[in-house]
Nanobody
Framework: QLLLVESGGGLVQSGGSLRLSCAAS????????MGWFRQAPGKEREFVAT????????LYADSTKSRFTISRDNAKNTVYLQINSLKPEDTAVYYC?????????????????WGQGTQVTVSS
């Protein structure tokens, strides 16, 4: 399993932007599909976006595809989530996840490694 550490969260005003980072260590990063999920207060954790091993393939939730961009830098063992035009409903703990895969796919689920999360709070 990978060790995942998220950063970049914080308090931001509505309409602002953030870039979340997730640094991975412990195994070969480029063997893993990566994902971002979020959990708002009182709600279940939900899928945000995933990216394939190479970064070529991505998958987004319908609610995030217009404002969120997932990317990765395999040389830096890091995956990113750029969030633009933030809304109060984006307030949540954002989690990074990883799953070792054979194919260059962006999976919807089945992630076995998870980070501790980073809090994003959007004020109106």
């Amino acid at each position: 399993q990978l060790l995942l550490v998220e950063s970049g969260g914080g308090l931001v005003q509505s309409g602002g932007s953030l870039r979340l980072s997730c640094a991975a260590s412990g195994r070969t990063f480029s063997s893993y599909a990566m994902g971002w999920f979020r959990q708002a207060p009182g709600k279940e954790r939900e899928f945000v976006a995933t990216i394939s091993r190479s970064g070529y393939n991505t998958l987004y939730a319908d609610s995030t595809k217009s404002r969120f961009t997932i990317s990765r830098d395999n040389a830096k063992n890091t995956v990113y989530l750029q969030i633009n035009s933030l809304k109060p409903e984006d307030t949540a703990v954002y989690y990074c996840a990883a799953e070792e895969v054979l194919l260059d796919i962006a999976p919807l689920g089945g992630f076995g490694s998870w980070g501790q999360g980073t809090q994003v709070t959007v004020s109106s």
